[in-house]
């Protein structure tokens, strides 16, 4: 027999990569150019430079042997050592570099910490809307992902409905901010309060509930005045889970780390649990030539100034058409308020003005459409009159 749970999955991809499938498809029937395919959160801004001359650094100065073999499967010493010094200048924290463990970007994070943390029949709980792959990961590691309603108007954390969803099966919460898929930002003042509340459910009941911080989209703020805050400095129990894809604009390399807090009481234990399961899925020792590119270039940031001005276009364009929607403070992402209530209706109709636009259900919030904006900025522009004609085909 085989393991038909994983079959099916197998046998069904995600709603974001169905409708990327489809879209190539379209662009291969009608032209790339007559498609606008926002459908997968893919960088289209090219990499800092530092990185394309870091590369042909190490591809001309390094050793084969070492840029192409094996490092410790937790990583190499100088990239973890690295990450924690940048991680403390930058948030006050106290890590060293036995607090990083290397990975194959987040979703390996993800996968990893789940894996250490949960046991079978317990809870995960995290916000809508959510990343879709968040039940996979928490299903594979045989936990429950509960999934907590946010407040409608501003998709901030409703603390109310969190605190009736704790309970003695809880293990674990996932947060993830800048957020994908609306684009919202948790407010300090909200993270507080999470934490808060999480304190006082572990010291009632002595069960200890960990948080996890989802942070591929860390860097992408808009506006200074917009503070994402760094959950060690607000909760002991706390693990990050990072990835370069976003911010260093290279999804296809898959690099990434774990960071776990080192001021919680069974550090060593779940550190140990982290670089376990690891060992027991098979994601050790990431990509040898990437975690020595990330020790050169742990601190550099794409342009992200082409994503804020398709967010700013985007906006006021929509809006002018009568698209309501809240608007996002980071990430690349636009949650849009469906036409109709069925969402899955509206992103099929938007498929006639080649619109490529992912139904909300699969992120937990039936009636929106995501549209993800990293795109060139002619691609907004030359898709604004598909939206627009879309708008009007319910008037």
Same mark, same amino acid.
């Given at each position: 027999?085989?393991?038909y749970?994983?079959?099916a999955?197998?046998?069904t991809?995600?709603?974001?990569r169905e ?12 032209g790339?150019?007559?498609v606008?395919d ?5 960088? *289209?801004?090219?990499? #800092?430079?530092?990185v394309?001359? !870091? ?8 050793? $084969?042997? %070492?840029?192409?073999?094996?490092t410790s499967a937790?990583g ?5 050592k ?5 991680t403390?200048?930058?948030? =006050? ?9 290397m990975t194959c970007?987040?979703?390996a994070s993800?996968?990893?910490t789940?894996?250490?943390l949960?046991n079978?029949?317990?809870?995960v709980i995290?916000?809508?809307p959510?990343f879709p792959?968040? =039940?996979?990961?928490a299903?594979?590691a045989?936990a429950k992902?509960?999934?907590v309603e946010?407040? &409608?108007n501003t998709f901030?954390i409703?603390?109310? =409905?969190?605190k ?6 809880t293990k674990?919460?996932i947060?993830n901010? #800048?957020?994908?898929?609306s ?5 300090a003042d909200?993270v507080?309060?999470?934490c808060a509340?999480l304190k !006082?459910?572990s &010291?009632?009941t002595?069960k @200890?509930?960990?948080l996890i911080?989802?942070?591929?989209y860390?860097?992408? +703020?808009y ?5 994402? #805050?760094?959950i060690?400095?607000y909760?002991e129990?706390?693990?990050v889970?990072y990835?370069?894809?976003k ?10 780390y774990?960071?776990?807090?080192? /001021?919680?009481? &069974? ?12 060992r ?6 990431? #990509?040898a030539l ?8 742990y601190? =550099?940031? *794409?342009d992200?100034?082409v ?7 985007l906006?006021?364009?929509? *809006?002018e058409y009568?698209?309501?929607f809240?608007? @996002? ?6 949650f849009?308020k469906?036409?109709?209530?069925d969402a /899955?209706?509206?992103?099929e109709?938007?498929?006639?003005? /080649?619109?490529l636009? %992912?139904a909300?259900r699969s992120?937990?919030a039936?009636g929106?459409?995501? +549209?993800?904006?990293?795109?060139s @900025?002619e691609?907004i522009k030359?898709?604004? @009159?598909?939206?627009?004609?879309? $708008?009007? *085909?319910?008037k």
């Open positions: 027999m085989l393991n749970k994983n079959v999955l197998g046998k991809r995600s709603s974001i409708l990327y499938e489809y879209g190539n498809k379209r662009k291969a029937e009608i790339e150019e007559n606008f926002f459908s997968l959160g893919n960088p *289209s801004v090219p990499a #800092p430079e530092e394309k001359t !870091e590369l042909k650094n190490l591809l001309d100065n390094t050793d $084969a042997a %070492v840029l192409h073999g094996y937790h190499g010493y100088g990239v973890r690295k990450i924690a010094d940048y403390n200048a930058r948030f =006050k924290t106290n890590l060293d570099a036995d607090c990083i463990y970007g987040a979703a993800l996968t990893i789940l894996n250490a949960v079978s029949s317990d809870e995290t916000f809508v959510y792959e968040y =039940k996979v990961f299903g594979g045989g992902l509960i999934a946010s407040e &409608e901030q409703d603390l109310e =409905k969190f009736l969803a704790l309970n003695d099966k674990a919460v947060i901010s #800048p957020n994908n898929p684009g919202v930002v948790y407010r909200t507080k309060r999470l509340v !006082e459910f &010291e009632k002595g @200890p509930v960990y911080s989802d942070e591929p860390r860097e992408l +703020v506006d200074k005045q917009t503070e994402v #805050p760094y060690m400095n909760y129990r706390s693990i889970c990835s370069y894809s911010s260093l604009s290279l999804a296809g390399e898959r690099i990434g774990i960071a776990v807090n080192n /001021e919680m009481e &069974e550090f060593s234990d779940v550190y140990a649990g982290i670089c376990g399961a690891g027991a899925l098979g994601f050790v020792c990431a #990509p990437f975690q020595k590119l990330v020790e050169n270039c601190d =550099k940031i *794409s992200i100034s994503y804020k001005r398709n967010r700013d276009t906006c006021s364009a929509l *809006s009568g698209y309501t809240v608007k @996002p403070d980071g990430a690349f992402y636009l849009v469906a036409l109709e209530e /899955e209706a509206f992103a109709r938007a498929k006639k003005y /080649e619109l636009l %992912v909300g992120f937990g039936s929106y459409v995501r +549209v993800s904006y990293c795109v @900025p691609v030359r898709a604004l @009159p598909s939206f627009k004609k879309l $708008a009007e *085909s319910y």
